[in-house]
């Protein structure tokens, strides 16, 4: 049996000294697909463009490729930095690197922006090639399936038939189910945390009400902000702040703020003071998420996921949909996550085992609410790290003469 | 013992042949004070206006009397209908009647419009006398304690030394509460429900968000909209839809609505579309609320309820605070509220029972959220008539000679 050791190009691994955890340096790439893609709400996409990273290497076989689907906010950028002077690294970085779950001495990992973002991949902030003028509303509306459908042609740009796993959270969990049912045979394992099969009317509700904090933004100008020269800022970032309280627990808001005041004091008056820490930390996270994330997007992204049903066309039966799986499934949700609570996963692994698809599905305990799929956790780390470990002994075994 | 039956007055009654648990036509009072009211803040009303309603009739002994005090929008018309054409009676008509939990056969019941609200009592959309103009974000900022000291000058004014029961849910609950600390002596029972000693973070942040989004909006002119002949509509709209997914729990919305198309297909393009039935539900929430609430009156009832802390003044020990208090608690809770959950209300009662205080509590089975203590529940109705039964014995055991 050969032990081939997979290890990243020197470039990546530059910077490593300080950190032997992380990726290190890197650097985006980008590929425009001129094949037209034939999109879920009738419409096609002529040509577009899809920014992405890769940490380690894709061996010989070809079968130790992982595919990282992002979430609502998320893109590309997933584990290590862009320069020395990056000051935070890539949104998944505890769990890509090497010797992390995501064990990039092992996998060649891909994370890309998917379409319809706004950190590359092209969007409705992009050039529509027919107007010459930024797209904006008269972008497609995508579903779940667009984004599995891009990321297939992005796997066939690198060459790979078969993920070794397709992994996400949340938003980019449903992507990851959706590739089991798109592609049965193209991925040996998915990996789906704090996740749903589709959402709660509460959770759509949320949704709505960001979508109408943006939409009554006067600077929204119905969508035309950039011909505008106009940013809806103000409503983004109200739009930020619901998403950001649903993404935390009670308990963990309580644990980060409790009540303190930012004064220490009772005796404020104006009207426009901020008194509890909470609101401080909330208007930072709204106002600078405003200025980096396009509002467009922000609803695109949104009314995919209300729209996701992974069983809508199987009979609303989630055994006849997951009939189709031909991988096995690692799920795993968060003892506070209230938005993707653990029964949402329960739900999922019930319908796998009645399908007779082998799953695994482990409950972390948690205070930090569904951001937990984020941040770094113990338990998390070591659940998440064995089962990859298993994943990359069958890509070595695999190797085999 | 006398058994003096207490009969609502015939005007109050001329309709009731419709609907006997009806306390009938009523017609809103009000009463402009001229003693200075100081306030928590450190400011001083010179004179302000309460606009209110009765239900019932006060006793010779003016021991029957019971204070309605209400939630964030809620106001002085709380049971019966303002004239035979009125569609909907008060917010509470299901609880205040002759044969309900608050029996207008056997009290005098008093529901005010707080200060600072926008239903007739002085607020920030009425005059301020000094300047001629609308007060807007010059009216003062207002605690809960001041209008605890509001509604006892009411009390003098209708001649009610002592409250039989002094009875709120949410932020009612908290005026409720704060009366047993203020006026220990005013008062035999406080009847405290779905509300708590204080808000969690997570509670204060949605308020905040709320808030950001109305004076986010552009048309809030820095709280002028009314002297700039503006309104920030589409701010109170988002704030009350907030708010609204809030007081309803994930199931309770679910219940209603489920994942329900509005049109039935999945096939809508447009942004502007409507699609889920709870959308179009929370947009006309929250379009008809911006119709009818002052938006400064919204920012100044939910500061009161951040600020509102129990025990603040008690070295942050809730014993030691209701350890003043003197009269008889009810506590009463919903099993799916989830901001203001029987955690919250088993905190109450676990500190009024370690400071000696007479106090009952009942958690209520229902799927209806916060909002839960506004609506029919037999449960609910037959805990709350029972309590109130006793309350209303010991009234007429105090008529005996």
């Not at 509700?205 to 106009?230: M, V, W």
């Amino acid at each position: 049996m050969s032990t081939e050791k997979v290890s990243p190009p020197a470039q990546q691994r530059q910077d490593a000294s300080d950190d032997p955890g992380s990726v290190g340096i890197v650097v985006p790439q980008q590929h425009t697909f001129v094949e037209p893609l034939a999109l879920a709400c009738g419409r096609t996409l002529d040509q577009y463009t899809l920014v992405y990273e890769t940490y380690g290497t894709l061996n010989r076989e070809k079968n130790n490729a992982v595919l990282i689907c992002h979430a609502l906010s998320g893109h590309h950028h997933a584990a290590g930095r862009h320069s020395e002077a990056d000051k935070r690294p890539g949104w998944w970085d505890s769990y890509i690197g090497p010797g992390k779950p995501i064990d990039t001495d092992q996998f060649f990992v891909v994370s890309l922006n998917n379409l319809g973002g706004c950190h590359g991949s092209t969007g409705p902030a992009s050039i529509n090639p027919q107007t010459g003028a930024p797209w904006g509303p008269d972008f497609p509306m995508l579903r779940v399936r667009d984004w599995v459908h891009s990321q297939a042609r992005l796997a066939d740009l690198l060459g790979i038939g078969q993920w070794a796993a397709v992994i996400g959270g949340s938003l980019g969990g449903m992507q990851a189910m959706r590739w089991s049912l798109e592609y049965p045979e193209r991925l040996r394992h998915c990996v789906v945390i704090a996740s749903a099969m589709k959402l709660s009317a509460q959770n759509i509700a949320f949704n709505e009400t960001a979508r109408q904090a943006i939409t009554s933004d006067p600077d929204f100008c119905h969508g035309r902000y950039l011909a505008e020269g106009k940013l809806p800022r103000r409503g983004l970032a109200v739009a930020r702040m619901i998403g950001h309280i649903t993404y935390l627990s009670d308990d963990g808001l309580g644990k980060k703020f409790g009540r303190e005041l930012r004064s220490g004091t009772f005796d404020l008056g104006a009207e426009e003071e901020v008194e509890f820490q909470v609101q401080s930390y909330l208007r930072h996270q709204g106002d600078s998420f405003s200025g980096t994330f396009d509002p467009n997007t922000y609803i695109l992204m949104t009314r995919a996921l209300d729209y996701f049903d992974l069983a809508r066309e199987y009979g609303d039966d989630p055994v006849a949909a997951f009939s189709n799986a031909r991988c096995r499934f690692m799920l795993m949700s968060f003892t506070s996550d209230w938005r993707f609570s653990p029964e949402r996963s329960r739900e999922i692994a019930d319908a796998l085992m009645h399908a007779n698809v082998p799953v695994s599905y482990a409950e972390i305990e948690s205070p930090m609410g569904h951001d937990a799929f984020l941040l770094p956790n113990d338990r998390y780390q070591r659940v998440f790290a064995a089962y990859m470990k298993r994943v990359a002994a069958e890509c070595v075994g695999r190797d085999a003469p």
